[in-house]
């Protein structure tokens, strides 16, 4: 007969779906757990980088470019990711109605953004650091993921760094592609 632990762990992930899709065996007690439990913690990716710097929780998602800063609280597992080969965060401005779609105005991608306001997820998120590979510095303004849409449809940003659904979902909400950081990465 195997001991029996009684140790509560907390298990910080994103709301998203795909993090849903990762953690529902768990959260839902579908898969043999070894008595351990798991106290889940639903935050924004940035939030969760934010806590990971201070150690507040014990087994956490973050970005991997968050990892750098917080590699001697944290060790890497073998499994999660929200990457792919070519799949990455999208930039994306308000659906244009007086040109062509996704013309840019008739500038590059990163001649349009250099003088506009981003929204972003976060500072310590893969995605900026991408979207700052991509363009240098830049103006932005932080919002949760899941505002993102929100903040650029209001006019409080010219256009949104978007991961998670949205990067599935921005143009039946009214947005069009000015960057697809994951293609230019890739290249």
């Not at 150690?55 to 750098?68: Q, V």
């Not at 105005?105 to 893969?126: C, H, Q, W, Y």
């Not at 990067?167 to 990465?185: H, N, P």
């Amino acid at each position: 007969m195997t001991k029996q632990s009684t140790e509560s762990f907390t298990l910080g992930h994103s709301p998203d779906p795909d993090d849903a899709f990762m953690f529902y065996a768990m959260a839902e007690n579908k898969i043999d757990l070894r008595g351990y439990r798991f106290e889940h913690r639903l935050e924004d990716i940035q939030t969760l980088n934010e806590r990971a710097l201070r150690g507040e929780l014990h087994i956490s998602a973050i970005s991997i470019h968050a990892y750098a800063y917080v590699a001697s609280k944290y060790a890497l597992l073998p499994c999660g990711a929200s990457m792919g080969d070519g799949y990455g965060p999208i930039v994306i401005r308000k659906r244009s109605t007086t040109g062509p779609e996704l013309s840019v105005d008739n500038s590059t991608p990163r001649e349009f953004l250099e003088s506009k306001k981003i929204a972003v997820p976060g500072t310590m998120t893969s995605a900026f650091l991408a979207l700052r590979l991509f363009l240098g510095k830049f103006d932005y303004l932080v919002v949760p993921f899941d505002q993102i849409f929100d903040a650029v449809r209001t006019g409080q940003a010219d256009a949104g760094l978007i991961i998670h659904e949205g990067q599935l979902t921005y143009q039946k909400s009214g947005f069009e592609k000015i960057v697809d950081l994951g293609a230019w990465w890739k290249e």
